[in-house]
């Protein structure tokens, strides 16, 4: 339902300005948050070029909105442009730092990129102060980090403390399992390494 005013909104303002003197046409109808919504409704229909456009104008309108910035990253992000992802969340931060997904963000592109770990452990604990509902999503993010340093028994518990966070949700879950099997089949590797003594647990 959220995503569909943003579009909705579009065609309101694009027919009311139809009316209007040229001189006033030509302003921008949309306040920074409502580029952002019409935006991702953009992208959530598979228009990731107009979505860009939208999260551009958000941010040229007000460059400390996190959220247009966290946008572009995310964007970035999926299309594999990790080194643009980032700057982008660091915009972000910059902005908000203490904003979860924008400090979760920053530390998966870390991640992502093999950057530095120390620096992205203290932004996913960072954003995990303010998660709320982003909980699940945080804890899998330290969990992979401490899968990437081989703390299996840490990373461990921290899938187990995101899988207790999870409401009923069969994608969020799956993401879990494919961390946690991620994490059992490193330990494993590492039982069986040349020269490694089998130990008792992760």
């Known amino acids: 339902m959220r995503r569909l005013l943003a579009p909705a909104l579009a065609v309101l303002l694009a027919s009311g300005c139809m009316h209007l003197p ?22 959530a229909q598979g228009n990731r070029a107009e979505a860009i456009a939208q999260y551009e104008a958000a941010v040229a309108s007000d460059p ?8 572009l990253g995310n964007v970035a992000f999926t299309d594999g442009k990790l080194e643009t992802a980032e700057v982008y969340f660091r915009k972000a931060v910059a902005a908000g730092p203490h904003h979860p997904a924008a400090c979760n963000n920053l530390a998966m592109a ?10 992205a ?17 945080i804890l899998d993010t330290l969990a992979n980090i401490q899968l990437r340093q081989s ?14 966070a999870t409401p009923d949700d069969a994608l969020v ?30």
Do not use: C, F
């Open 151 to 164: 703390r299996y028994a840490e990373a461990l518990e921290l899938v187990g403390q995101a899988e207790a």
């Open 121 to 137: 452990e203290a932004l996913a604990r960072e954003a995990l102060g303010q998660a709320g509902p982003l909980r699940p999503y």
């Open 64 to 71: 400390n909105l996190v959220e247009g910035w966290v946008a």
């Open 22 to 43: 040229p001189m006033l046409r030509s302003r921008d109808a949309l306040d920074p948050q409502e580029h952002v919504r019409l935006g991702s409704s953009y992208e």
């Open 173 to 202: 879950r799956a993401q879990l399992k494919a961390t946690r099997d991620s994490i059992l089949n490193a330990a494993k590797e590492r039982d069986h390494a040349p020269g490694q003594e089998p130990k008792k647990g992760p």
């Open 110 to 119: 870390i991640l992502a990129r093999g950057g530095n770990l120390k620096e």
